[in-house]
């Protein structure tokens, strides 16, 4: 088993947590795009979004491979990496990985926020379609005192905005 090479692994470490940060900064504009329903926007991000995990998976498989070419391991945990690397290096790769792992929790609970975004616009678009084109009726419509008002009425004409 060879040394590790920390060096190139702290870079590599480095390109992965800048990259999740301009991800991260993706999911961000997502969000202001879904919020206005701004449909170039969402498909230059998704673009920008599968470019990066691009990335990420790239720089991932590259470290994979100088490590397993220098210890012979495979798929190596970061708890195991550490343990391999110099005493004095042992902090500032469990202070990267700490990073990453805060940047992976952060992305996932912007990208989960989105999805629900997502699902009540488009809820929301097909709602107003069926409104519109006269398929729905509602039997039951809040009155202006918070209570059900049985008017038979059709929901486009009873919505208040």
């Known amino acids: 088993m060879g040394k590790l090479p920390v060096d190139y692994i702290d870079r590599k470490l480095h390109e992965k947590i800048f990259l999740y940060n301009e991800l991260l900064q993706c999911f961000h504009r997502e969000k ?80 989960k926020a989105n999805m629900d975004t997502a699902d009540c616009s488009l809820k929301f678009l097909d ?11 509602q039997e039951f419509i809040y009155n202006d005192r918070c209570g059900f008002d049985n008017t038979g009425r059709y929901m486009f004409l009873s919505r208040e905005v």
């Open 32 to 111: 202001m795009a879904l919020i206005n329903m701004d449909l170039d926007s969402l498909w230059n991000i998704s673009k920008n979004k599968d470019e990066l995990c691009a990335r990420i998976d790239s720089v991932r498989l590259e470290l994979s491979a100088k490590i397993h070419s220098e210890s012979g391991m495979q798929n190596m945990a970061n708890e195991k990496l550490i343990e391999l690397v110099p005493e004095e290096a042992k902090p500032r790769f469990h202070a990267l990985f700490i990073t990453l792992r805060k940047l992976k929790a952060e992305i996932g609970a912007i990208r």
């Open 127 to 137: 709602e107003i379609i069926l409104i519109i084109s006269g398929q729905i009726r």
